[in-house]
């Protein structure tokens, strides 16, 4: 059985890479508590200061 690659939206990437910059958890913990591999939390952690809260501007919520 072939699992579904999940797609996350532009909220859900801007509010775990905020929680990791927090620092309040580690990014292990964030990667086993939102299922997420730990190399995306920190992809998206990267790309917080390049476009803002605008992740490739998928939700037109935070675009405004």
């Known amino acids: 059985m072939v ?6 939206t532009a909220a859900y990437k801007f509010r775990i890479a905020l929680e990791a910059l927090e ?3 580690t990014i ?3 990667s086993s ?3 997420v591999h730990p ?3 920190r992809a998206w952690k990267r790309q917080l ?4 809260p605008c992740f490739k501007c998928e939700d037109s919520l935070l675009t405004q």
């Open 3 to 8: 699992k579904k690659r999940r797609r996350r």
């Open 23 to 25: 620092g309040s958890k």
């Open 28 to 30: 292990g913990q964030l």
């Open 33 to 35: 508590e939102h299922e």
């Open 39 to 41: 190399n995306m939390i």
């Open 49 to 52: 200061p390049d476009g803002g």
